[in-house]
């Protein structure tokens, strides 16, 4: 079994976290997101981020980059163009595609589905770039 380098998936789950906070903040989608989900961006109560969700979504992202360190390693991905192709095909394919499913039979706003399919992306990128180059 191809080793996994348990440093770069911590490295790539705390950059995948940030790019979340990042993408998810006031900087860039969190008001639209927020509005989109009934919330008010101007609210305290409603701008508050609880820390047992912060801890899930860093395990979240932990996961994700384990996973996909498993990969990079079990197809020998090899540079940052093989990774970006690895990571396009697992976002196109897992994703994009599962979340669609809230936009067919939940009713969700296409609108929230590329805010949430756009973070998925750059986070799944610069993870499978983190994990290729650095194995």
Known sequence: ???????????????????????????????????????????PADKAMPAGKVLAEFARVLVVAFVLARFVALLGTDGWVDAVQLGGWLWIGFQAALLAGAVIWEKMPPRLYAIHAGDALAKVLLMAVILSAWR
Do not use: C, E, Q, S
């Not at 790539?12 to 969190?30: D, K, S």
């Open 1 to 43: 079994m191809p080793a996994i380098n348990y440093l770069a998936v911590l490295v790539a789950a705390v950059a995948a976290f940030v790019v979340g906070a990042v993408w998810n903040g006031p900087l860039l989608f969190g008001n639209a997101r927020m509005k989109l989900l009934g919330m008010d961006p101007d609210a």
